[in-house]
């Protein structure tokens, strides 16, 4: 009974998140992918291809940390191992959201590895940063098709910046994460502003 009331309410909260990203073109179509944490060696994720502003608890399954589907006849989305990755490594994480934002996708398509945020107030919605004189580098890294690889170079990355809340992929969209559902949105928030900031700044200054 425990399990099925987690699933439900973790299920329920990222379904008002697919909502709220949808209506402001956060995750067009069938894009992106949420999850949350059930339990030490748990998760529940989007299924694959269904659209985020349309999801129940249907659109969601339980999947184990090694892979493993939990719910039968349906399957993940092809990057469940970027998730799976994250709350391995952290315990703490708890809610992993990946988004396909117009801001967020062509930013990460100017080139270089690296998107600088600084001097923003917003910054200190992220944990850590208290000041806005700040600057948070995000890592661009390149859209491989090969998962597991992608998730590796992403590891080792965490692994030298472990305080990281975010990175991006080219031409893809934006991963971020928290210590719950709740504090995972926030950071998606804060992100798609600045995100918003870094374009409006550049083509004013172009």
């Known amino acids: 009974m425990m399990d099925a009331r987690r699933f439900r309410e973790a299920a329920a909260a990222l379904v008002a998140v697919g909502r709220f990203c949808y209506e402001r073109g956060w995750l067009p179509a069938t894009s992106g992918n949420l999850s949350a944490r059930l339990d030490a060696r748990s998760i529940a994720i989007t299924v694959s291809g269904r659209?985020?502003?349309?999801?129940?608890?249907?659109?969601?399954?339980?999947?184990?940390?090694?892979?493993?589907?939990?719910?039968?006849?349906?399957?993940?989305?092809?990057?469940?191992?970027?998730?799976?990755?994250?709350?391995?490594?952290?315990?703490?994480?708890?809610?992993?959201?990946?988004?396909?934002?117009v801001a967020s996708t062509v930013l990460s398509r100017l080139g270089g590895t690296v998107l600088r945020l600084h001097d923003y107030?917003?910054?200190?919605?992220?944990?850590?940063?208290?000041?806005?004189?700040?600057?948070?580098?995000?890592?661009?890294?390149?859209?491989?098709?090969?998962?597991?690889?992608?998730a590796e170079q992403v590891a080792c990355m965490l692994e030298a910046c472990p305080a990281l809340p975010g990175y991006l992929i080219a031409g893809h969209g934006l991963y971020t994460w928290g210590d719950d559902v709740a504090s995972a949105r926030r950071a998606l928030e804060a992100f798609e502003f600045l995100f918003e900031c870094e374009i409006l700044t550049r083509r004013m200054s172009g």
């Not at 600057?135 to 998962?147: A, G, K």
Request: proline residues 9%.
């Open 51 to 101: 659209h985020k502003g349309e999801l129940d608890e249907t659109g969601f399954m339980r999947l184990d940390l090694d892979g493993d589907a939990l719910s039968p006849d349906v399957r993940p989305s092809a990057e469940a191992e970027l998730h799976r990755m994250l709350y391995r490594r952290d315990p703490t994480i708890g809610a992993v959201l990946h988004t396909h934002s």
């Open 121 to 150: 107030e917003v910054l200190k919605a992220f944990p850590g940063v208290v000041t806005h004189h700040t600057v948070l580098e995000i890592p661009i890294f390149p859209n491989d098709q090969d998962i597991p690889r992608l």
